[in-house]
């Protein structure tokens, strides 16, 4: 390990995206002398803590499980007002700054202890010191393809004028497989390491980090974390992300979910699943994708790309040593089936390119029959009472039921109008040729 170079990394939440790819990718540069996260978990906190600033996350190769330790951590928590002071000082000596939360709507929860008023606080704080022309960028990791605009729209107007030209919000594709596993029996029988010796939480990761990034417009900049890859325009990547990676991780569960299945893995020894994820992927949204975006030149967006980024990525879905569990992949079933989301957003998009998405109208059948399956499950989602036509059995779903249902999930949407039909159609199919299968 090089020493550092005396830059100061600063990261906004510690979970695995934050604890396993930007915090661990700038400890391994080198170039950074101190980090300071912040985050609101105190057991979590303080495990670290005891453990004198070092933590370990263990990451899923394809043949083996490897261990990384990283150390000189200063973790604070937001909501106690001295250590929130400390991490604003850390913050104003920062040019390499990463938010990495569940959500979007998280940048102003919390009053002082939000991120924007932390964040805001510290770049303010610069005003009338060397740092004030400190050229400083902000990786936003929250799976929103318009996070860093939010975020900069937030904290923008809290911050001096000066300062702002210095500053610049960057958006994130990151298509890292990651998990945190509470159970001990799993931890022990996987052989992990937790975070800490004493503290029952462990991090389990895949080793991908080929993280695209928006084109840093600052001058003369020079960031810490190399290994990113700067790209002029993200959406394209994006789509592909969503419309590709997410799309066909959620085929895949859908349908394992209905086989019975529990992990990944399993699923990835499966013959027919693996040839409608292929087929999904290569005809139907790889085909929109490159039809869409082939003009910009860009490899990925090539017959040849598209398919050697669907072999990589569904080798690396189905990686045992990732113990990626289905229900974990399928949660969250009315986001995921959401007109914009994975499953119905590709199929539109295939749709406006004049591909027909019936392997994808397969994939968002699986997801309607694990729905109804998963209504009332203990510990479950609990939807029974979400939708009013949410079916208590398979058994009950006739073609109306299933449009009721999708056009409640919907909502008011123009897709919804435009498309709407089709796509029901195509999930009445995919359903019709599921039960054909039992």
């Known amino acids: 390990m090089k020493s550092g170079a005396g830059k100061i990394y600063t990261g906004f939440g510690f979970g695995p995206i934050q604890s396993a790819l930007f915090l661990y990718e700038a400890y391994r540069t080198g170039n950074f002398s101190r980090f300071a996260v912040v985050d609101i978990d105190p057991r979590l906190i303080d495990a670290v803590r005891r453990n004198g600033g070092r933590y370990t996350v263990n990451i899923a190769r394809r043949r083996r499980i490897d261990r990384a330790t990283v150390e000189g951590v200063e973790l604070f928590n937001a909501t106690v007002a001295q250590e929130a002071e400390s991490f604003v000082e850390a913050v104003a000596a920062s040019g390499e700054l990463c938010t990495a939360l569940p959500s979007v709507d998280i940048y102003s929860a919390g009053g002082q202890a939000s991120v924007v008023n932390l964040l805001a606080r510290g770049l303010a704080a610069r005003s009338g010191t060397p740092e004030e022309s400190l050229p400083t960028i902000i990786y936003t990791a929250e799976n929103n393809n318009r996070a860093a605009e939010i975020l900069g729209e937030q904290v923008r107007p809290l911050i001096p004028e000066a300062i702002q030209g210095n500053v610049q919000f960057l958006n994130t594709v990151i298509g890292k497989m990651s998990g945190v596993i509470n159970d001990r029996a799993t931890i022990d029988r996987l052989g992990l390491a937790s975070i800490t010796p004493d503290f029952t939480r462990a ?236």
Do not use: C
């Open 203 to 438: 991090i389990l990761v895949e080793e991908f980090n080929r993280i695209l990034i928006s084109k840093i417009r600052l001058p003369g900049y020079r960031r810490g974390i190399e290994v990113f890859i700067e790209k002029e325009d993200l959406l394209p990547f994006e789509e592909a992300k969503l419309y590709g990676h997410n799309a066909i991780h959620a085929l895949i569960a859908y349908l394992a979910d209905l086989k019975g299945y529990t992990v990944m893995s399993q699923a990835g020894s499966d013959p027919w699943i693996m040839e409608t994820a292929r087929r999904a992927f290569v005809e139907e949204s790889g085909a929109a994708l490159i039809r869409k975006y082939a003009s910009i030149g860009d490899f990925l967006f090539s017959e040849r790309g598209y398919e050697e980024y669907t072999d990589d990525l569904l080798e690396r879905m189905t990686n045992p040593n990732l113990n990626d569990l289905v229900q974990r992949v399928g949660r969250d079933h009315p986001r995921k089936l959401g007109i914009e989301d994975r499953l119905y957003g590709t199929m539109v998009v295939a749709l406006q390119q004049g591909v027909e998405p019936r392997n994808l109208g397969v994939g968002a059948a699986a997801g309607v029959l694990s729905m109804i399956r998963r209504r009332d499950s203990p510990g479950g989602e609990k939807l029974g009472g979400q939708f009013v036509h949410l079916p208590i059995s398979a058994d009950e779903l006739d073609r109306d039921f299933l449009a009721r249902l999708l056009l409640e999930i919907w909502g008011d949407h123009p897709w919804a109008r435009k498309y709407g039909e089709r796509l029901i159609e195509l999930t009445w199919r995919g359903v019709d040729q599921l039960r054909r299968l039992d």
